[in-house]
């Protein structure tokens, strides 16, 4: 799988002044200067800015960077293992870093804030997965966990699995998030059912449950919102 752009020749790298490669450009303007398709150019360690641009568009931005797997990214033509392995991982630094620093965690106000961090990753998956987005006194990220991988039921979710990490990390509060990958968010009673014995068990810690998104393609469900599994509804 070659990524060039149809009916153009590929922009290569060494034919541009040498004051505008970007490597140049990121040693004087800095990285926040570089498009994302500079960005990934060099990342890539390739010679063509139009294979990166391409990439791009075809996994849909980064976001579908950081889910494609390391096999699809080493059908790109001039991706091996081991600079697959180094994208990845160039990847999961940024996603680490958000949550690194306190003041600059991503604060989670409202189901719309965690929709925006959930919605581009999960709205696609094969499997349903269910993950958990720990919280601190101000609503602030501490760390975004996937607790379940498979069937999201009331029979299969040992609700204190959910509370390891929150406990750990003595969070404030938590949102949980499971997608459909029928693509439709309505709830499920399971769906209900889990809602409940999440909130009810989330009493008993002193951590509170702020909500429970269902996440269908391109769409959720705030569980909290319709009144399902909150409130003894």
């Known amino acids: 799988m070659a990524y060039r752009l149809p009916g153009l020749p590929a922009l290569r790298i060494r034919e541009l002044p040498a004051s505008e490669r970007p490597l140049a450009r990121l040693q004087q303007l800095g990285p926040a200067a570089l498009s994302d398709a500079e960005l990934l150019a060099l990342l890539m360690q390739t010679s063509s800015i139009d294979q990166a641009q391409r990439l791009l568009v075809d996994l849909v931005g980064w976001a579908g960077l950081q889910r494609a797997a390391l096999a699809e990214l080493q059908r790109v033509t001039g991706i091996g293992p081991t600079r697959a392995a180094q994208l990845k991982a160039a990847i999961?630094?940024?996603?680490?870093?958000?949550?690194?620093?306190?003041?600059?965690?991503?604060?989670?106000?409202?189901?719309?804030?965690?929709?925006?961090?959930?919605?581009?990753?999960?709205?696609?998956?094969?499997?349903?997965?269910?993950?958990?987005?720990?919280?601190d006194t101000k609503n602030r990220l501490q760390r975004m966990q996937t607790v379940y991988i498979g069937s999201v039921n009331s029979a299969a979710i040992r609700v204190g699995e959910l509370f390891k990490e929150p406990v750990r990390l003595n969070s404030t509060s938590i949102l949980v998030a499971h997608n459909h990958p029928s693509g439709q968010p309505d709830p499920s009673p399971d769906d209900v059912a889990v809602t409940r014995a999440m909130v009810q068990a989330g009493q008993l810690l002193d951590i509170e449950v702020v909500d429970h998104l269902v996440i269908g393609h391109g769409r959720y469900v705030s569980m909290r919102e319709r009144r399902l599994g909150f409130d003894g509804a």
């Open 92 to 135: 999961e630094i940024g996603r680490r870093l958000l949550l690194t620093n306190p003041e600059e965690r991503l604060q989670i106000g409202s189901p719309a804030d965690a929709a925006l961090l959930l919605l581009a990753e999960m709205s696609h998956l094969e499997q349903e997965q269910l993950r958990v987005l720990c919280l």
